[in-house]
């Protein structure tokens, strides 16, 4: 199976920041891409989906560049309650594949 | 709302043990399921996908006796974590997708313990 890589991490930032993670997918036929956010001793519950087009929603954005296998999380106006495992997310198949995970961003939010 | 319930949560028992996890679909039905396991500050795992009516595949490394899977209904898939010992305890968790090419929602979780 091929990988995802992510940024390292942690990211420490004030509240309010902008902060960006990077992701990475080495399999070129990938089909589908999400971001999910894990919580410590939780299960990951979907963020967003990604598209080529780049989606919105709220305070996050999330691009896909499929040329340069990249994908994209940009957090505006950071919370305390967005600190979390950021994962991203790459389904290789069409159909009911098994999803391949990043290894996650860490990330604290601080007051 | 959930999609995926998962249950237990929690499982504290000694090693020699059988524990029994299972995973539903809940509003729609799920031909395919997949478990995976997380270890502390590691990445999530895949472990088996669950096929409904039909033998789970495992992935490489994964003890298709150690870790049953029956996928016996189009909502319900049950993980047995057989004769557990003390390098089990983890976090399991299955996924399920609503259909083709969208995103897997993943149950609550199964934290094992084994002492």
């Known amino acids: 199976r091929k990988e995802v890589e992510q940024d390292p991490g942690p990211f420490n930032v004030p509240e309010g920041a902008t902060v960006a993670f990077n992701c990475t997918y080495s399999?070129?036929?990938?089909?589908?891409f999400f971001w999910y956010r894990q919580d410590c001793r939780k299960e990951p519950k979907l963020l967003m989906s990604?598209?080529?087009s780049g989606n919105e929603d709220g305070r996050f954005t999330a691009q896909l560049n499929r040329a340069s296998q990249y994908i994209s999380l940009l957090i505006r106006d950071s919370k305390l309650s967005d600190s979390a495992t950021y994962l991203c997310?790459?389904?290789?198949?069409?159909?009911?594949?098994?999803?391949?995970f990043g290894k996650g961003t860490r990330l604290s939010v601080i007051a | 709302g959930a999609v995926v319930s998962q249950h237990p949560s929690r499982v504290i028992c000694k090693s020699g043990t059988s524990v029994k996890i299972e995973c539903r679909s809940l509003?729609?039905?799920?031909?395919?399921m997949f478990w995976y396991r997380q270890f502390p500050k590691k990445s999530l795992m895949l472990m088996a996908t669950?096929?409904?009516?039909?033998?789970?595949?495992?992935e490489q490394g994964v003890e298709k006796d150690k870790f049953l899977i029956n996928h016996a209904s189009l909502t319900l898939s049950t993980l047995t974590v057989t004769s557990a010992h003390p390098e089990d305890s983890s976090f399991y968790i299955c996924s399920a997708s609503t259909g083709s090419n969208q995103p897997q929602h993943f149950g609550d979780g199964t934290r094992l313990s084994i002492l």
């Open positions: 997310v790459v389904n290789e198949g069409s159909g009911n594949t098994p999803l391949v």
């Open positions: 669950s096929n409904e009516g039909s033998k789970a595949t495992y």
């Open positions: 990604v598209y080529s």
């Open positions: 509003d729609f039905q799920a031909t395919t």
């Open positions: 399999n070129s036929a990938s089909q589908s």
